[in-house]
């Protein structure tokens, strides 16, 4: 089964929002209510393996918003969200992801950025329609029987 990054959007979102915290659309720019957080994801890496494989890497990108703009409420988020992701699974679609490097960065507007990346393997998409087979030749052999 394929996967996107809305469906790892989506599982984090659930996470964050299941365990206390206050998830706002990315679309959302002012007038939201403190603490907060913002959720995205994209792509930061795709390779074409053979097999019709790709190899994709995931970023999903977390922005605290402290109710009290202070590096100590940034810093108890950061705890509370390494719990969260790293010492659990993160279940996405049909797959379990580990997720095994989380960084951290406070700004000076006392704003927390928290990423990881996810890197997993599908099938490519195949989008592509083809002409159905009617008859095939194999030796002299059409469709089990002696072609003439």
Known sequence: MRIDETDLQKAVVKRLKDNGFNVVADDVKEGFDRPAIFVGSYPSDITRLCGGLERVTDVVSMIYYPKVETRVQCMLAANRIRNLFMYRTLDVADRQFTVEELTNDIDDDNVLTAE?????????????????????????????????
């Not at 599908?122 to 329609?129: A, N």
């Open 116 to 148: 990881f990346e996810l890197t997993y393997e599908q099938p490519i998409p195949d989008d592509e329609e083809y002409e159905a087979m009617e008859n095939l030749y194999i030796g002299g052999i059409e469709n089990g029987t002696t072609a003439d």
